[in-house]
């Protein structure tokens, strides 16, 4: 009699995210955008975040802020993004979107809308509201906020 192992949710939902990553990246890679994960979701906050610094984004993704810097100058130098200093705090750098990065972010969300079908192929509509659900209820049981909550990365 074969014993079934579950295997550890953590093993899941990380198995889970690294082949998704690897299925949007190689679909930006078949439509030509040069744009790595890390930065569509910065280009994702910065569009629907007045007032967003680099330390926000930091803050959010849970990195260090030299890297969310790597990623923002990069997105500054391919100009998706700009970056001006606070009027009230000439320490802060609002980041802030141009046409050229919102062009490209409807670009992507368009490309991630396909592969999110893609992947929920076969999946019903009561199925995926217990994943939306289970997912959410996991979320707040880690009891980080999240500040970004109502940013919804590629809705129709």
């Known amino acids: ?8 949710l953590t093993y899941l ?24 994960m890390e930065q569509f979701f910065v ?11 680099q330390q926000d984004l930091a803050n959010h993704f849970q990195k260090d802020k030299s890297l969310i810097l790597r990623h923002v100058n990069t997105l500054i130098e391919d ?10 705090d000439k320490r ?7 046409e050229k990065g919102k062009e490209v972010l409807e ?10 079908d893609d992947l929920m192929a076969g999946i019903t509509e009561k199925e995926k509201e217990v ?4 997912i959410q209820k996991i979320q707040n049981n880690t009891g980080q906020v999240d500040l970004f909550s109502n940013i919804e990365v590629c809705k129709k």
């Open 43 to 53: 280009l994702n906050l910065i569009d629907h975040k007045d007032d967003l610094t």
């Open 107 to 116: 670009q992507l969300k368009g490309v991630a809308r396909k592969v999110s």
């Open 79 to 88: 100009s998706y993004v700009d970056r001006k200093t606070d009027d009230a």
């Open 13 to 36: 939902l990380g198995r889970t995210f690294n082949l998704m990553r690897m299925k949007l990246k190689e679909s930006f890679r078949e439509n030509n955008i040069d744009v790595s």
């Open 131 to 134: 994943f939306h659900t289970v």
């Open 92 to 98: 802060k750098k609002i980041l802030i979107m141009t």
């Open 1 to 8: 009699m074969e014993m079934k192992t579950e295997k550890p």
